[in-house]
């Protein structure tokens, strides 16, 4: 995955095409390092800990 293709929500972090996040309406940024992949949100600890309430990727820092 090619970072400047997406960008990242600056709200929930969700990775995105767009200029706005599908997900919350918030604003995304180019701006963003590394990713991870939520697959089972329910069964996973990382999702838990920032928050993440539906599967997809997720930029773990967002600027
Ligand atoms: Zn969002």
């Known amino acids: 995955m090619a ?3 997406y960008r990242a929500c600056k709200q929930c ?3 995105t095409e767009m200029d706005t996040c599908p997900r ?3 604003q ?3 701006e963003w ?3 991870v992949a939520v697959i089972d ?3 996973s600890e990382i999702a838990a800990k920032m928050g993440i ?3 997809g990727r ?3 820092k967002v600027r």
């Open 3 to 5: 970072g400047p293709v």
């Open 13 to 15: 972090n969700f990775l």
């Open 24 to 26: 919350c309406g918030g």
């Open 28 to 30: 995304t940024s180019k």
């Open 33 to 35: 390092q590394g990713f």
């Open 41 to 43: 949100f329910e069964k």
């Open 53 to 55: 309430t539906a599967n």
């Open 58 to 60: 997720y930029a773990l």
